[in-house]
Each structure stands twice: as C-alpha cells, then as structure tokens.
C-alpha cells in the first residue's frame, strides 16, 4: 500500500513526501479511506503508529477554506495541542491550510486576532475554546470534523463536560472521530452517544504495547530510588530520556536533586507557567536537556525524537497510563526501553499493569557501584573510538609529542580523560543503598563483608566506609554496594582486596573506633 493509492490530491501527496513518510502505517491504510468517505471512526491503534496523520491527511484533503473553521481538533494538553497543529500544518503546507493552536496560559488577544484572519483547523485544549466560544471568537457552525484525540482521555470524568459544550456548538451533521491507543469499554459507550454509527477500527489487537520496547522492573525502596535513578542513568546513559513521577511535589523534587548530582534534567508538571513549559520543551526537543521528569501531563500523545528511556519512578496509577507513558519511547518503529520502579508494596500493581497491557515486565537486578564504572569507562572507550575514527584529535597530537618527552603515554591518555570527564564520580553520601539481599550470595569475584556499624550509630556510615577504603589505599570507586542495616552494614569489594579492608578497619579500631569486620558467611 502507498499514500498514492488512497487518490489524495497532488499537494497533499507533495507534503506526506516532504515530511518523508514513505508509505502509510496500519492505522493510516485502514482509517483514511473511510475518513476520506465522510464516516465516523474510532481508531485505536498502538502508541507511535501514527494516529495523527491518519486523520490529519483526511482533514487537509477534505478542507474546504471558508470563513469559519472546517475542522476541531481536540487535545488533552497544551504540549500535545502545539505539536498536532504543527503536524497538520506540515501536512497541509501545500494546500496552505490554516492551523491554529488554542491553549491557555498564553495571550487570548493574540489567538483573537488570528482567529479574525480566518483559520481552517483548530487544534486545541477545551478550556481555552469554550472560553473563546463564550467571547463569542470562535464560531464552530461550519465546522465538518471533530477530532477527539486521545479519546478515553478526552471522555474521562474531569473533561466530558467541556466536550460536551464544545460538541454541542457544532453542527449534528458533523464527522466524530476518535483515536486513541487505549480505548476501554464504557468509553466506548459513552462515545457512540456522539458518534453516528461509527466504525471501530483497532489495529492489532494482540498487542496493546509497542513490542519493539524492552519493558523491565526494579525492586526499589521508596527511600533508595533517587539513587537507584541516577545508577541507572549512568549505566543506560540514554541519549534521552523522561522520568514519570506521581505528584508535581514529586517531579520538582526529583528533577532538584538530578540537577545537584550533576544531570542535565528540567522539570514538566501543570503548576508552571505557560513560558516554562515551553522553554523546557523546546530545549528538551533540541537534546540540550537530557532528562525530563514530568507527572502524566507527559504520558499521552508527545512525540519527541531519541527518547530511548522513560522511566517510571514511581509506578502508574492504571495499567492505561502506564501504555501511554512507555509510548513516548518506541515510536515509528524504533526500539526503546522502559524501567518501572517497583516497592515491595506494589508488586500486585505490577501484575494487574500486566495483565490489563497484556504484556510481561521483567524483573532485573539493580546494577552495582562497580557497574555504573565499568559502563562510564565503555562510554568512554566509545567516544575516544569516535573520535579517533573521525580523526576529529588530530591538532593535539603536536601536543602530545611533547608532553611525551616528560610523561608516559598511559599517565597523559589518563589525565587527558581526567581534563574532559572529570573525577570518577562518587557514589552518591547518603545512607540509603540499593538492598543487599542478605540471603543471596554477591557476584563470583565479590566478598561481602559484615561491619559492626549501622544506623543506630547516628553515623552516616558511608563516610566511615570511605575513611576505610582511604585508609586501605583503595580509589572509593572499587567498593560495590553498601546495605545499611539498623546494627550492622555490608560492603561488598573485589575478593583481592577484601583482606586488605579488614586490616584496614583493624587498624583503624586501634586508633579508637570500635568497629568489628569478617567475611560474611555464605548461607548453605
Ligand atoms: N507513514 C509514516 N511513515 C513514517 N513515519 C510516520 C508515518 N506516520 C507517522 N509517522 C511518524 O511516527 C511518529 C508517531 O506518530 P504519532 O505521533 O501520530 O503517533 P500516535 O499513534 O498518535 O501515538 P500516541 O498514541 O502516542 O499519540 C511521528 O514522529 C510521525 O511523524
Ligand atoms: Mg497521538
């Protein structure tokens, strides 16, 4: 199947080729043929597939340009309201069709006057268009398409009387479309109330997640997670990514503490201003931000290129949210991953998120201090690989050449690296560690010890660890994971090091602090 072959006109046709669409998804091939014959259609299709331009071709082909618009479009956020009106204007560049978004938070005047100029297709959030359609600055009479986009969102408690309203102000006649990757029954029932006779188109119905995303969970602790987010980073190293979190208190507070650990992370949520959310968009769109963190006013509809990562810090409410939020990742037909955070409370979440999605999650084991090492010297080794290959070092090799005559090679790599990446970075002084299973036995190669240190010394414990591994002359870097417990703590080290911590702690005990180490004993 080709664009070709739906009998679009020429300029429609001329602006699918420049947007580089070179033939139509499933849910293009089966929604714009009966978009195109006037129908009325749900379409429910999986997150990515390209719902947006299954019923923008229509509406562009269809437009006729009159006084009044031809066509509503219907969005859940503002984001989402910018994003699917540039989209339309893309693909009606050539039919030089009018797009307008109209979202609030932003100058009314500036959209009345737009408005006075005349638009075709109107794309926006309802509270901002029943407000113009109170000033009487927008007039839907002549309006053939309703688009409810993320439809069972559109029809959910809080918005359906908006819609409603909104409906009701243009003509019974009209086209009703929905779409939505999610589309649970009584919305279903609630929408044919709109709808004449609509035809249900749902594509591949097996899956309701994209399979292309690799869907994994950890089991984190509540106070254990900020940390469990930031090894992760570390170790993934996403080109970028977004971070779901429960409340907006929640998204300022993880987003203020990435950026003090060094992240180049903003913050999305409804309680700021219209000019923040955008400028946090714009920079996130442009990768000059690697991680958002945002609550569900993120999940649905946004399309970001290389989001490779979304990441569920705290677990989504209902399996639904939880589709749409890993959907941001995994789209047009690109692979991506997604974490979800698991408390030992939620794990019957976990299972109903499965079983509603129809999909598996597995379960992995947070990576250790050492791993997040080991990936930052591969990342390294990666772009020193890059840069050598693109012969982009060559100006400093004069540099080198005489630095030479002093150094070794070895020592001026090392401190070259050390120039551009900085000092290893540290794990992190907090007493909360990712939960050593003390019932299951480290790695081969890793000694746990048993410390005679814990919380209820009123000591942060992990700056008596480091004064130990000082002590012993071992870099910070070479202790694995750190479990805190009330009354006593394991660490856990490389074998060939292990003895020399313990006379390290025995020599520091003679110097007065009372802290007794061994070997852990494995559990038979
Ligand atoms: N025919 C096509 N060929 C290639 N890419 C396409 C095609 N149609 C759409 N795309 C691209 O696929 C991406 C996802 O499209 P879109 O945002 O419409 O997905 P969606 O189905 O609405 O997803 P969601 O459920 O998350 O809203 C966009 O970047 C879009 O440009
Ligand atoms: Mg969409």
């Not at 479990?483 to 060939?496: G, L, N, S």
């Amino acid at each position: 199947m080709k664009f070709e072959d739906f009998s679009l006109s020429k300029e429609t046709l001329k602006a699918i080729s420049e947007i580089g669409f070179e033939e139509p998804t499933p849910i293009q091939v089966s929604a714009i043929p009966l978009l195109l014959k006037g129908l009325d259609v749900v379409g429910q299709a999986q997150t990515g597939t390209g719902k947006t331009a299954a019923f923008g071709v229509p509406i562009v082909e269809k437009c006729q340009r009159g006084k009044n618009p031809f066509a509503i479009i219907l969005e859940p956020t503002r984001e989402l309201a910018v994003q699917v009106s540039q989209e339309i204007n893309k693909i009606g560049k050539f039919k030089k069709i009018n797009v307008l978004p109209v979202y609030g938070g932003t100058s009314i005047e500036r959209q009345i006057k737009a408005l006075k100029r005349g638009v075709d297709v109107i794309v926006g959030t309802p509270g901002r268009i029943i407000d113009h359609i109170n000033r009487k600055t927008i007039f839907l009479s002549d309006v053939k398409i309703v688009v409810l986009d993320e439809a069972d969102e559109m029809l959910n408690m809080g918005f359906i009387e908006d819609i409603e309203t909104i409906l009701r102000t243009t003509p019974q006649d009209r086209q009703t479309l929905l779409f939505s990757a999610t589309m649970p029954q009584p919305i279903m029932s609630i929408a044919k109330k709109y709808m004449k006779n609509p035809e249900k188109i749902r594509v591949n119905t097996k899956d309701v997640v994209v399979p292309k995303i690799k869907q994994i969970f950890y089991e984190v602790r509540e106070e254990d997670k900020i940390n469990a987010l930031s090894r992760l980073i570390d170790v993934e190293d996403p080109q970028l990514a977004i971070v779901f979190c429960h409340t907006k208190r929640e998204v300022d507070d993880v987003s203020t503490k990435l950026v003090q650990m060094g992240y180049n992370a903003g913050a999305l949520h409804g309680d700021y201003t219209q000019a923040r959310r955008e400028e946090i968009m714009k920079k996130f769109k442009e990768g000059r931000l690697d991680i958002l963190v945002a609550t569900d006013v993120a999940a649905r509809g946004l399309d970001i290129q290389n989001v490779t990562h979304v990441i569920n810090y705290s677990i989504p409410q209902n399996p639904d949210s939880y589709i749409h939020r890993i959907g941001r990742t995994g789209r047009a037909g690109k692979s991506g991953m997604a974490i979800t955070f698991v408390t030992p409370r939620e794990y019957r979440h976990l299972r109903l998120i499965e079983k509603t999605a129809k999909t598996v999650i597995d379960r992995k084991r947070l990576p250790s201090h050492a791993d997040v090492i080991r990936a930052k010297e591969k990342n390294i080794a990666k772009d020193i690989e890059e840069i050598i290959r693109e012969n982009k070092h060559t100006d400093y090799i004069s540099a080198v050449r005489e630095l030479s005559e002093q150094f070794s090679f070895g020592d001026i790599a090392a401190a070259a690296l050390y120039a551009a990446y900085g000092e290893v970075k540290e794990m992190p002084v907090e007493e909360s560690y990712e939960k050593v299973k003390t019932n299951d036995m480290p790695e081969a190669g890793i000694v746990r010890l048993f410390m005679t240190i814990g919380r209820r010394d009123k000591i942060k414990v992990p700056d008596i660890v480091k004064s130990i591994a000082s002590e012993a002359n071992i870099p910070y870097s070479k202790i694995g994971n750190i479990a805190v417990f009330d009354k006593f703590t394991f660490v856990e080290v490389p074998e060939e090091l292990a003895d020399r911590v313990i006379r390290s702690v025995d020599d520091m005990m003679m110097k007065g602090r009372r802290i007794k180490v061994q070997k852990a004993k494995a559990r038979t």
